[in-house]
Nanobody, 126 residues
Framework: QVQLIESGGGSARAGGSLRLSCTAS????????MGWFRQAPGKEREFVSA????????YYGDSVKGRFDISRDRDENMVYLQMNSLKPEDTAVYYC???????????????????WGQGTQVTVAS
Protein backbone atom coordinates (compact mmCIF):
# COMPACT_ATOMS: atom_id res chain seq x y z
CA GLN A 1 0.00 0.00 0.00
CA VAL A 2 1.10 3.54 -0.61
CA GLN A 3 0.07 6.51 1.49
CA LEU A 4 -0.24 9.89 -0.21
CA ILE A 5 -0.22 13.22 1.56
CA GLU A 6 -0.89 16.49 -0.23
CA SER A 7 0.42 19.84 0.90
CA GLY A 8 0.80 23.35 -0.43
CA GLY A 9 -2.83 24.28 -0.72
CA GLY A 10 -4.15 27.57 0.51
CA SER A 11 -5.50 30.85 -0.76
CA ALA A 12 -4.38 32.89 -3.73
CA ARG A 13 -5.66 35.75 -5.82
CA ALA A 14 -6.66 35.37 -9.42
CA GLY A 15 -3.54 35.43 -11.55
CA GLY A 16 -1.41 34.11 -8.72
CA SER A 17 0.41 30.81 -8.28
CA LEU A 18 0.49 27.89 -5.90
CA ARG A 19 2.55 24.73 -5.85
CA LEU A 20 1.06 21.53 -4.55
CA SER A 21 3.19 18.66 -3.31
CA CYS A 22 2.32 15.01 -2.89
CA THR A 23 4.50 12.95 -0.60
CA ALA A 24 4.32 9.19 -0.97
CA SER A 25 5.25 6.71 1.72
CA UNK A 26 4.97 2.97 2.16
CA UNK A 27 6.49 2.13 -1.21
CA UNK A 28 8.20 3.78 -4.12
CA UNK A 29 6.03 5.48 -6.70
CA UNK A 30 8.81 5.45 -9.28
CA UNK A 31 6.93 2.87 -11.39
CA UNK A 32 3.46 4.31 -10.85
CA UNK A 33 1.59 6.80 -12.96
CA MET A 34 0.61 9.68 -10.71
CA GLY A 35 -2.25 12.09 -11.08
CA TRP A 36 -3.99 15.12 -9.67
CA PHE A 37 -7.74 15.51 -9.53
CA ARG A 38 -9.93 18.19 -8.00
CA GLN A 39 -13.45 18.45 -6.70
CA ALA A 40 -15.43 21.60 -6.16
CA PRO A 41 -18.54 21.67 -3.96
CA GLY A 42 -21.50 20.09 -5.72
CA LYS A 43 -19.39 18.93 -8.65
CA GLU A 44 -17.88 15.64 -9.72
CA ARG A 45 -14.21 14.89 -9.29
CA GLU A 46 -12.35 16.34 -12.26
CA PHE A 47 -9.13 15.22 -13.89
CA VAL A 48 -6.39 17.85 -13.64
CA SER A 49 -3.13 16.23 -14.66
CA ALA A 50 -1.14 13.02 -14.76
CA UNK A 51 2.43 11.93 -15.33
CA UNK A 52 3.38 8.43 -16.39
CA UNK A 53 6.20 6.39 -14.92
CA UNK A 54 7.82 5.17 -18.15
CA UNK A 55 9.27 7.68 -20.59
CA UNK A 56 7.36 10.21 -18.54
CA UNK A 57 4.50 11.80 -20.40
CA UNK A 58 2.34 14.57 -19.02
CA TYR A 59 -1.40 14.92 -19.50
CA TYR A 60 -3.65 17.84 -18.61
CA GLY A 61 -7.33 18.57 -18.41
CA ASP A 62 -8.54 21.15 -20.91
CA SER A 63 -9.30 23.70 -18.22
CA VAL A 64 -5.71 23.80 -16.94
CA LYS A 65 -3.65 23.32 -20.10
CA GLY A 66 -0.97 25.97 -20.44
CA ARG A 67 -1.34 27.06 -16.82
CA PHE A 68 -0.48 24.00 -14.70
CA ASP A 69 2.60 21.81 -14.80
CA ILE A 70 3.05 18.38 -13.24
CA SER A 71 6.43 16.98 -12.29
CA ARG A 72 7.89 14.20 -10.21
CA ASP A 73 11.00 13.60 -8.14
CA ARG A 74 11.83 9.92 -8.08
CA ASP A 75 14.56 10.31 -5.47
CA GLU A 76 12.22 12.12 -3.06
CA ASN A 77 9.19 9.97 -3.93
CA MET A 78 7.15 13.08 -4.58
CA VAL A 79 4.92 14.61 -7.23
CA TYR A 80 4.24 18.28 -7.71
CA LEU A 81 1.62 20.44 -9.36
CA GLN A 82 2.69 23.96 -10.22
CA MET A 83 -0.41 26.09 -10.73
CA ASN A 84 -0.02 29.44 -12.45
CA SER A 85 -2.46 32.07 -13.68
CA LEU A 86 -4.97 30.82 -11.17
CA LYS A 87 -8.67 31.52 -11.71
CA PRO A 88 -11.55 31.52 -9.23
CA GLU A 89 -12.89 28.42 -10.99
CA ASP A 90 -9.75 26.56 -9.89
CA THR A 91 -11.13 26.63 -6.36
CA ALA A 92 -11.52 23.03 -5.20
CA VAL A 93 -10.08 20.30 -3.06
CA TYR A 94 -7.10 18.86 -4.91
CA TYR A 95 -6.29 15.16 -4.60
CA CYS A 96 -3.12 13.28 -5.40
CA UNK A 97 -3.62 9.79 -6.80
CA UNK A 98 -1.52 6.80 -7.79
CA UNK A 99 -2.14 3.99 -10.21
CA UNK A 100 -0.95 0.52 -9.30
CA UNK A 101 2.74 -0.16 -10.04
CA UNK A 102 3.50 -0.76 -13.72
CA UNK A 103 -0.12 -0.08 -14.63
CA UNK A 104 -0.66 1.60 -17.99
CA UNK A 105 -3.74 2.66 -19.91
CA UNK A 106 -5.97 5.67 -19.48
CA UNK A 107 -5.24 8.34 -16.90
CA UNK A 108 -8.12 10.81 -17.06
CA UNK A 109 -10.71 8.97 -15.00
CA UNK A 110 -10.73 8.70 -11.24
CA UNK A 111 -11.42 4.99 -11.61
CA UNK A 112 -8.02 4.60 -13.29
CA UNK A 113 -6.34 5.30 -9.94
CA UNK A 114 -6.18 2.95 -6.99
CA UNK A 115 -4.71 5.07 -4.19
CA TRP A 116 -5.71 8.53 -3.03
CA GLY A 117 -4.62 11.21 -0.64
CA GLN A 118 -6.94 13.12 1.68
CA GLY A 119 -6.86 16.28 -0.40
CA THR A 120 -5.79 19.87 0.10
CA GLN A 121 -8.00 22.92 -0.30
CA VAL A 122 -7.18 25.55 -2.91
CA THR A 123 -9.16 28.78 -2.86
CA VAL A 124 -8.73 31.44 -5.51
CA ALA A 125 -10.24 34.85 -4.91
CA SER A 126 -11.20 37.15 -7.76
Amino acid sequence: QVQLIESGGGSARAGGSLRLSCTASGRSISVSTMGWFRQAPGKEREFVSAITWNNPRKYYGDSVKGRFDISRDRDENMVYLQMNSLKPEDTAVYYCASKRPFSQGTVSSATDFAFWGQGTQVTVAS
